[in-house]
């Protein structure tokens, strides 16, 4: 169930790391996992031994670094394919003596239902003050927007034959869904305490800074609530 390469590297092929997946994102221990697939194979197919080796505990704690990439490049294209990004809230807490800050949007659907989406919710920024987190709430929906041209870079060349390619690609959104441009008429949430309030200040007038140097002029459009 892996192939070994000339150096020695072991690389797990991809149902493997599929399996890791899933059963990460349904809050499976990474310890218990080896153990997992072992009592999943034997309880399908008692009569075959197909399980000659396990991956290892370190290689499942490293997917969680693809898990989460997976999961940004998601929310990025529930947010991307959205009509309307009605609402946004930022709220920063402390973890083991790191700042946490995360970013949550609520979108307006197709089916014109509302939705919320995590787009990031583990941002550590250098620090807590409200320039900083401001710099990070608008880096987030630009490092969404590049999650989902990697991702359409990445179609490209595994399916550049496929006749159905082009619908394939229709189905990713742009990273200019992601603009900044999509953040104006929104109403920004957040706590009362001091640095919340003047990150809402600091957010607002960045991003319509930003989209007047896109060339919005219209200052019925240029609105943040």
């Known amino acids: 169930i892996h192939t070994t390469h000339s150096g020695g590297h072991e690389k797990w092929k991809p149902h493997v790391d599929k399996l890791i997946l899933e059963m990460l ?50 929310s990025a294209m529930e947010v991307g394919r959205s009509l309307k990004i009605k609402q946004l809230h930022a709220d920063e807490t402390t973890k083991r003596g790191k700042s946490v800050l995360g970013v949550v949007t609520t979108i307006l659907q197709e089916n014109n239902k509302l939705k919320t989406i995590c787009l990031a919710g583990d941002i550590i920024p250098e620090n807590g003050t409200a320039e900083v987190q401001t710099k990070e709430i608008i880096l987030s929906f630009a490092e969404g927007g590049r999650f989902l041209d990697d991702w359409r870079e990445q179609t490209k060349m595994m399916y550049a034959n496929d006749p159905d390619l082009n619908e394939m690609l229709n189905q990713i959104p742009g990273r200019e869904r992601l603009s900044v441009s999509r953040l104006l008429k929104v109403f920004y949430t957040s706590d009362t305490c001091g640095a919340a309030r003047k990150g809402q200040r600091l957010f607002a007038q960045t991003v319509i800074n930003m989209c007047r140097e896109m060339g919005i002029t219209d200052e019925k459009e240029l609105v943040i609530y």
């Open 25 to 74: 994102s349904n809050r499976t221990p990474p310890s218990c996992i080896p153990s997992n697939i072992l009592a999943c194979a034997k309880c399908f197919l008692p009569n075959s031994k197909v399980v000659k080796e396990l991956p290892c505990v370190k290689y499942i704690r490293e997917l969680r670094d693809v898990m989460k990439i997976l999961t940004r490049t998601l």
